[in-house]
T-cell receptor
Framework: SQQGEEDPQALSIQEGENATMNCSYK?????LQWYRQNSGRGLVHLIL?????REKHSGRLRVTLDTSKKSSSLLITASRAADTASYFC????????????FGTGTRLKVLA | DSGVTQTPKHLITATGQRVTLRCSPR?????VYWYQQSLDQGLQFLIQ???????AKGNILERFSAQQFPDLHSELNLSSLELGDSALYFC????????????FGNGTRLTVT
């Protein structure tokens, strides 16, 4: 079953604009992670936010976490064509089964 | 470069056949995960190993099996292959699992004809 679900499924913006994508999950978590996947390639880890953190920054990335709403958002500022990729959130299954569950992803297209 | 090596990169085989996918984790990582990604789909968790022991199982078919060896490399065996098994298979590794980011290989693209 899906733990994380990203929204929107697809997003198309102009270079220089900001891109925001959201992730909702169903159960309590230890942490939430965001990954990027370029077409047909392996996923690349972007950022990890722990359940006791509310906001985290890394370069042009800003992640927020609202555990009361069971949701997270990823903001990419001043987007570039190279940011074109799929973005996934992943949550650690808290039931003790030691597995990370990925959402269905947001496909971001940045137009030059 | 994530440090995770998957071989082969591409595999084309016929229905009913058996294949083995190999993964060498990043140096020092003890956990290995296997995921399946079908066309335009999310990642489906198959199985996880930690230091040679199976730690978690997902929706892995009975026709699929895996193991992690003492040197920590892992193999995913797919047998009695069906057309629907065509997908990208990713291996990822992490230091421990909990609160550790996953490092992904570039995947093996399996095509069953």
């Amino acid at each position: 079953s899906q733990q994380g679900e990203e929204d929107p499924q697809a997003l198309s913006i102009q270079e220089g604009e900001n891109a925001t994508m959201n992730c909702s999950y169903k159960t309590s978590i230890n942490n939430l992670q965001w990954y990027r996947q370029n077409s047909g390639r392996g996923l690349v880890h972007l950022i990890l936010i722990r359940s006791n953190e509310r906001e985290k920054h890394s370069g042009r990335l800003r992640v927020t976490l609202d555990t009361s709403k069971k949701s997270s958002s990823l903001l990419i500022t001043a987007s570039r064509a190279a940011d074109t990729a799929s973005y996934f959130c992943a949550t650690y299954d808290p039931s003790g089964t030691y597995k990370y569950i990925f959402g269905t992803g947001t496909r971001l297209k940045v137009l030059a | 470069d994530s440090g995770v090596t998957q071989t082969p990169k591409h595999l084309i085989t016929a229905t009913g056949q058996r294949v083995t996918l190999r993964c060498s984790p990043r140096s020092g990582d003890l956990s290995v995960y296997w995921y399946q990604q079908s066309l335009d789909q999310g990642l489906q968790f198959l199985i996880q190993y930690y230091n040679g022991e199976e730690r978690a199982k997902g929706n892995i078919l009975e026709r699929f099996s895996a193991q992690q060896f003492p040197d920590l490399h892992s193999e995913l065996n797919l047998s009695s292959l069906e057309l629907g098994d065509s997908a990208l298979y990713f291996c990822a590794s992490s230091l421990t699992g909990l609160n550790s980011p996953l490092h992904f290989g570039n995947g093996t693209r399996l095509t069953v004809t």
